[in-house]
């Protein structure tokens, strides 16, 4: 659900690793699945998506993984750049349903 | 392709002055609108939503209101500024089953 009053996590990595960035929903009737970038002062970007069908979405250095199961949800950065630093947020919508629902949000930095 | 624009980029407003944000999307029509605050360092809390002209879903009860005057349009408005409403203002834009699209924001400042 929504966790707007509540501080960003943060995730620390070195350049030229890779990342892993997990959100984890609570509405089983979410059928479809975003990640956005957000960087300082800019409105999110839309990053990758993936449908309720699928449990793996690649995209340019990009995979996004879902668990059904356990309702699970990760973005994977491969080989992370400094352009890389940002917050990214998860977000869900049920089918027919109008509004998105975001995480919380994970700051992640990349070390040099 | 499909762009969004919300004007001003940065707003300084003292208390009690009224409030007007725009957001215009140009490239599609009948697009379901979103006007969203974060705090700093805080997530994306839905304010208002739009499914068409003059149709607007209230999803916190607040100090502002918003309305869409034209397909493609999209105002939010406040006759009275409160400290508490500072804050980035976020407005987005999708069609149905296609992920929302976020505009450049608005930092408002409230002194």
């Known amino acids: 659900g929504e966790s707007v009053g509540l501080h960003l996590p943060t995730l620390s990595v070195q350049e030229g690793d890779n990342s892993i960035i997990n959100c984890a929903y609570s509405?089983?009737?979410?059928?479809?699945f975003i990640w956005y970038k957000q960087e300082s002062g800019k409105g999110p970007q839309f990053i990758i998506d993936i449908r309720s069908n699928m449990d793996k979405r690649q995209g340019q250095r990009v995979t996004v993984l879902l668990n059904k199961t356990v309702k699970h949800l990760s973005l994977q950065i491969a080989a992370t750049q400094p352009g890389d630093s940002a917050v990214y947020f998860c977000a869900e919508i049920a089918q027919g349903a109008q509004k998105l629902v975001f995480g919380q949000g994970t700051r992640l930095t990349i070390n040099p | 392709s499909q762009t969004i624009h919300q004007w001003p980029a940065t707003l300084v407003q003292p208390v009690g002055s009224p409030l007007s944000l725009e957001c215009t999307v140009e490239g599609t029509s009948n697009p379901n609108l979103y006007w969203y605050r974060q705090a700093a360092g805080r997530g994306l809390q839905l304010l208002f939503y739009?499914?068409?002209?003059?149709?607007i879903s209230s999803e916190v009860p607040q100090n502002l209101s918003a309305s869409r005057p034209q397909d493609r349009q999209f105002i939010l408005s406040s006759k009275k500024l409160l400290l508490s409403d500072s804050g980035f203002y976020l407005c987005?834009?999708?069609?149905?089953?296609?992920?929302?699209?976020f505009g450049d924001g608005t930092r408002l400042s409230i002194l």
């Open positions: 509405n089983s009737a979410s059928d479809y």
């Open positions: 987005a834009w999708n069609r149905p089953g296609v992920p929302q699209h």
């Open positions: 739009s499914v068409g002209i003059g149709q």
